[in-house]
């Protein structure tokens, strides 16, 4: 069974420097990987995705996240934090192989960006 | 494109009511999907389409029926309402393009149920 972990229920980062949220998967075939962003009281919405190709992969709002095989992990990164990032923030894998394969989300990370 | 819409935005129930939350894309998506989410456990997998005529289950599946008689519309239906089910709802759509287009989730704006 494919499987999201997201260690950390919240990340503080002060504004203006540099934030990660950490994600590791767990899939039999190789990964379709997603991060979302969700504000309060709204709907999920898409920020980047891994599907194939460069391992470092760049999103909206200045967010990028790096694939990494080995570590299976696929951390959200973005070099200079605003407080309009303040959000929750899921990972979600799906597996590549067999056509439509059902995704998994993690249990989400709140990004706190203190002013 | 008004993309996913759900309705209704919010619902209290009486255990043991029955209720359809209607899902409805505009997008020619031939994936579709219902999430609850609760605090500290992300979002989980109720049913699943993957095209008009065909659902299946996801981790969550007991006391929620689907159907999906249109590539549009998808909606979930509570067949006996439960204090458990007391929750958000949301409803996404997606598709798989080709040349690595697309895969990601489009969500609608969510339902919020109560069931007392």
């Known amino acids: 069974a494919q499987s999201v972990a997201q260690p950390e229920d919240q990340v503080n980062v002060a504004e203006g420097n540099p934030l990660t949220v950490k994600c590791t998967y767990s899939?039999?075939?190789?990964?379709?990987l997603f991060w979302y962003v969700q504000y309060p009281n709204r709907g999920l919405q898409f920020l980047l995705k891994?599907?194939?190709?460069?391992?470092l992969v760049k999103g909206s709002y200045g967010f990028e996240a790096e694939f990494n095989k080995s570590q299976t992990s696929f951390h959200l990164k973005k070099p200079s934090a605003l407080v309009s990032d303040s959000a929750l923030y899921f990972c979600?894998?799906?597996?590549?192989?067999?056509?439509?394969?059902?995704?998994?989300f993690g249990t989400g990370t709140k990004l706190q960006v203190i002013p | 494109n008004a993309g996913v819409t759900q309705t209704p935005k919010f619902q209290v129930l009486k255990t043991g009511q029955s209720m359809t939350l209607q899902c409805a894309q505009d997008?020619?998506?031939?994936?579709m999907s219902w999430y609850r989410q609760d605090p500290g456990m992300g979002l989980r997998l109720i049913h699943y389409s993957v095209g008009a005529g065909i659902t299946d289950q996801g981790e969550v599946p007991n006391g929620y029926n689907v159907s999906r008689s249109t590539t549009e519309d998808f909606p979930l239906r509570l067949l006996s309402a439960a204090p458990s089910q007391t929750s958000v709802y949301f409803c996404?759509?997606?598709?798989?393009?080709?040349?690595?287009?697309?895969?990601?989730?489009?969500f609608g704006p969510g339902t919020r149920l109560t069931v007392t």
């Open positions: 997008m020619n998506h031939e994936y």
């Open positions: 891994y599907i194939t190709g460069d391992n």
């Open positions: 979600a894998v799906r597996d590549s192989s067999g056509g439509y394969q059902k995704v998994t």
């Open positions: 996404a759509s997606s598709y798989d393009g080709t040349s690595g287009g697309h895969y990601e989730q489009y």
């Open positions: 899939v039999s075939g190789n990964p379709y």
